[in-house]
Each structure stands twice: as structure tokens, then as C-alpha cells.
């Protein structure tokens, strides 16, 4: 493996890596089976929706379905990595799918019959909200043992690129299902959860956590603090939670605020759609080629270039006049974002010792999506009091905000370090 503070990195590097990923047997079954599981859920994506409108005509309850998810996400997070440090991960891993596909079950027997309620269908998305939750940090600490140290941007890298593909192939397969019979989704949806559950199962490597038998388990609320501490006490932590919380509120918001440009615009939803398609693409490229920029150049110097980046490339967005030129500045942004998802995730990874992974991985995790609903709040008001690109100026100024504390933050002083030179605090 090259080393990380070489500038120029071999071409066939990440191929190499790539491919000794695909030859531990771990993973790639594990890997295997949780793309099919998230593409699945993406197909669910949008037949929840269609199913709720069919049914009552009304946007309301498609929403209330999403929030149901969110909801149950977030009260089981904490709760979830704690458990991760404390109980069998291999366990959590295969409960959480075993509930999603129980759950999904229902609601395909539900449309297959002709039954279909509102409650019935909010309730199987909080139950599958909260074994998502009960299950991510377990995942992430189980993702360090699998793949070896030096390999983990690649895996972050793949993980990236696969969520990218799977965006934009996913709600169209999805509606494409969904139009041929409208169980087909949600059957695919819970036979994809039985895949993953067969992935975990082949993963062969111990998963911990690795506790002393004699040592009595700390209650819940009192593991969950320990993780809270730790994070508290590291600067990069720190650092990587209040950037990832504000970075996810400013993409709720711009997300709103792409849409509402092109719609007032005069732009179809047809265009809205190829403009979001645009930049997933450019999420896709950034992702397959995230891991090799993270090895060729130094991690502090990668965060400030791209957060400057991200914020010229909003403020583009705000003054262009094109949904052309909206869509190929959304792709940059997407292109940038990808590498830094890779080398924050890597360092972390790094950074937090296996007795306290799941715990304050979930903690960081809970921390990003806190605030998500303030940005698309924010975007929906700013842009009705004043106009939607004026609205989009404020979020590129603060995310310049964001790029000049970059400049300061003693937090990212550990990005000096190369990656394979780390260890856990």
C-alpha cells in the first residue's frame, strides 16, 4: 500500500484495493447483501408515496410516512451504538433486517389483499426507522473488523459510490414496479432484507464487542454518555460533528431551494428530476475516485480546498440564470462532498477504540442529523420572505463561514497524520 503523504499516487492503486476488498470473503458477501437491501429500501422510496396518494390523495400523509422513518431513526441511534458496545454486533446486525423484513411483509400483503391504512403504513415505516437505529452503529464498528485499516477509504469510498448509483437508479426502478403491480416494490423491499440477513450470516471474523466476561455491563444511559464524553474530549470529534450537522442542514436546504429555483423558473418536474440526476452523477465520480484523493493529498489541505469549493459552487448556483448550469454546479458540489465523506469517515474509524466504536460513532452520527430539518426549514422561508437565489446566497455565505473556520479549527490538526499512522485515542 502507498504511502498516504506521497504526492503521486499509482494509477492502479485503488484497483489493487478494490480487488483485495472483493477477495475477503467477509465482506464481499456482507457487501453483497446490504446493496441489495439498500436498493430495496430505495425502491420503497418512492412507492410509499405513490401508495399513500393512491389511497387518500393526500401529500400529507406521504409525509407523515417519511417523518415516521426519521423519527424512529433517531430514537433508536443512541441507543443503538450503546448497545453496539456492549452486546453481540453480529446479533444487532441480523435483528435490525429481521424487523424491516417482517414489517415490509406486512405492508405487501396489505396492498396484495386490498387493506391498506394510513396508520398501518406510518407504523411499519417507524418500526423500520428504528431498526435502522438500533442497528448503525453496530455496522460501523463491525465494517473496522472486517476490512483491514489500510483498506478502509476504499470501503468508504465503495459504500459512497454505491448509494450514488443506487440513488439514481432506484426510484425509477421503483415507480417502474410499482406501475406493473403495486405490491412488486414492497415484496423486493422484503426479499432484499432477507438477502442482507444472509450476508450478515456469512461474515465469518468475530464481530466483538470483546468485554471481560467478569466485568459487570454499564447501563444504557450511562454507555451513551461515555461516548457523548469521549467525543467532547477529542478536537477532531468535535470538529467533525458540528461540520457534518451544519453541512447536513445546508444540503436539506439546498436540496429545497434547487427545486424551487428551477420551478419558478419555468422548469418542469421532469427537469427538476435531471437536474438532481446531474448531480448524483457527479456524487458518483467524486466517490469512485474519493479514496485515491484522500491517499494523494494531505487531509487538512483537502478539507479547506473542498470546503471553499462547496461554498463557490452555491454561490454559483444562486446567480446562474440555466437549470443546465444549476445541475452541473450541483454536480460539482457532490463531487467535492464525496472525498470529504471518505477522509472524515476514515480518520474516525481510525480515531475511536473498538470498546467505544459503536457508542460514539452513533453519537457523531446523531449529531449530523440533528439539525437537517432547520436547513430545509430555513431554505422554504428564506426563500419565500425574500427569493430564492437570494435565499441560496445566504447558505454559500455560510458555508463560507464554514470554510473559514477550516483555516482555524485545531480539531483537523490530526489530518497531518497520515491515515495509516493514526491510532486510537
Known amino acids: 500500500m502507498d504511502d498516504p503523504t506521497t504526492p503521486a499516487v499509482d494509477q492502479d492503486t485503488e484497483q489493487r484495493a478494490r480487488g483485495l476488498l472483493f477477495r475477503n470473503r467477509d465482506y464481499t458477501g456482507w457487501w453483497i447483501g446490504a446493496t441489495l437491501s439498500e436498493f430495496g429500501t430505495a425502491l420503497a422510496v418512492v412507492a410509499y408515496p405513490l401508495l399513500v396518494l393512491a389511497v387518500t390523495g393526500s ?22 451504538g450503546a448497545l453496539a458496545d456492549q ?48 442497528s448503525g452503529g453496530a455496522e460501523y464498528a463491525a465494517l473496522r473488523r472486517v476490512v483491514d485499516q489500510d483498506q478502509l477509504p476504499t470501503a468508504f469510498s465503495l459504500m459512497q459510490a454505491r448509494g450514488m448509483v443506487i440513488r439514481l437508479a432506484g426510484p425509477a426502478i421503483g415507480g417502474v414496479l410499482y406501475g406493473l403491480a403495486r405490491f412488486l416494490p414492497f415484496l423486493v423491499d ?72 428551477v420551478h419558478t423558473r419555468g422548469g ?26 484522500v491517499r494523494a493529498l494531505p487531509g487538512r489541505l483537502l478539507v479547506i480546498v473542498a470546503s471553499w469549493l462547496m461554498a463557490l459552487a452555491v454561490a454559483g448556483i444562486a446567480v446562474v440564470t440555466t ?53 430545509a426549514l430555513a431554505a422554504g422561508l428564506l426563500a419565500s420572505a425574500i427569493s430564492p437565489a437570494a435565499a441560496t446566497g445566504i447558505f454559500a455565505g455560510l458555508l463560507a463561514l464554514i470554510a473559514i473556520s477550516t483555516l482555524v479549527a485545531r480539531g483537523l490538526r490530526v489530518l497531518d497524520t497520515p491515515l495509516d499512522q493514526v491510532v486510537a485515542d
Open 190 to 261: 422484503a426479499i432484499s432484507f432477507v438477502v442482507n440477513i444472509v450476508g450478515v450470516l456469512m461474515i465469518r471474523r468475530p464481530l466483538g464487542p470483546d468485554l471481560d466476561e467478569n466485568e459487570a455491563r454499564e447501563p444504557v444511559l450511562k454507555s451513551i454518555g461515555g461516548g457523548i464524553r469521549f467525543i467532547m474530549a477529542n478536537a477532531y470529534l468535535r470538529f467533525v460533528l458540528v461540520w457534518a450537522a451544519l453541512i447536513n442542514a445546508c444540503a436539506a436546504g439546498l436540496l429545497i431551494l434547487v427545486i424551487v429555483l
Open 87 to 134: 452486546f453481540s454486533r453480529r446479533t444487532l446486525m441480523l435483528l435490525s433486517p429481521s424487523i424491516q423484513a417482517v414489517a415490509v411483509i406486512t405492508v405487501t400483503i396489505a396492498v396484495f389483499t386490498d387493506h391498506v391504512t394510513i396508520p398501518h403504513i406510518v407504523l411499519v415505516g417507524f418500526l423500520q426507522g428504528l431498526a435502522g437505529g438500533l
Open 59 to 80: 401529500a400529507t400523509g406521504a409525509g407523515a410516512v417519511e417523518a415516521a422513518v426519521s423519527i424512529g431513526y433517531v430514537v433508536t441511534l443512541l441507543v443503538g
Open 323 to 375: 437549470a443546465w448550469a444549476v445541475g452541473v454546479l450541483m454536480a460539482v458540489l457532490m463531487f467535492v462532498v464525496s472525498p470529504l465523506n471518505v477522509l472524515f469517515s476514515s480518520y474516525q474509524a481510525r480515531i475511536i477504540p473498538d470498546r467505544l466504536i459503536g457508542r460514539a460513532s452513533s453519537a457523531i452520527e446523531f449529531g449530523a442529523s440533528s439539525i437537517r430539518w432547520v436547513g
Open 268 to 293: 418542469s418536474p421532469a427537469l427538476v428530476g435531471a437536474v438532481n440526476a446531474i448531480g448524483a452523477v457527479g456524487g458518483l465520480v467524486g466517490a469512485l475516485v474519493a479514496a485515491r484523493i
